[in-house]
């Protein structure tokens, strides 16, 4: 359901449910689902249809670990980009480059801040400067993560949007 008010989507706690449930368990089937739940199967489908076509569930893939992948060191790039470029471009760009896990335009004093992954600092060098080498970077500020502390997650947000 949607709040008029603010456009929001909305979802119940059983939505939240599910969606916990898919969390711990991303590779349970509908019929399981349907059976801790205790609701029937065609509700649980029906729901993951409404999730998936309301945008709320992006996917079902298996979530991956960049440093089991021999990937280990993370950094966090704000680029400042020459405002001509744009940030459509930059960011079609920088989606040729593997090791740019994610890229998102920001306000402040940069443009546009990466996740970025790589074997080792010297191999983190070596994308900063692929980055660098696209047409429009201006400048480039680099931190390196030195452990994560809260992995990325939504249910906790899952949990407060369903009251």
Do not use: W
């Amino acid at each position: 359901m949607t709040s008029e008010s603010d456009g929001r989507v909305g979802i119940d706690e059983l939505d939240a449910r599910l969606i916990g449930l898919l969390e711990a368990e991303p590779r349970i089937g509908v019929l399981e689902c349907s059976r801790r739940l205790g609701v029937a199967r065609g509700t649980v489908q029906a729901r993951l249809d409404k999730l998936a076509s309301r945008g709320v569930v992006r996917d079902f893939g298996p979530r991956v670990d960049p440093a089991a992948l021999g990937y280990p060191v993370t950094a966090f790039v704000t680029l400042e980009l020459r405002q001509a470029v744009g940030h459509v471009h930059m960011a079609q760009r920088l989606a040729r480059i593997p090791e740019v896990l994610e890229a998102h335009t920001v306000t402040g004093v940069g443009d546009m801040v990466c996740r970025i992954v790589a074997r080792t600092n010297a191999e983190l060098q070596g994308v900063i400067d692929r980055v660098l080498a696209s047409e429009g970077v201006v400048r480039a500020t680099t931190v390196i993560a030195l452990a994560e502390q809260i992995p990325y997650r939504t249910l906790p947000l899952v949990r407060e949007a369903a009251g």
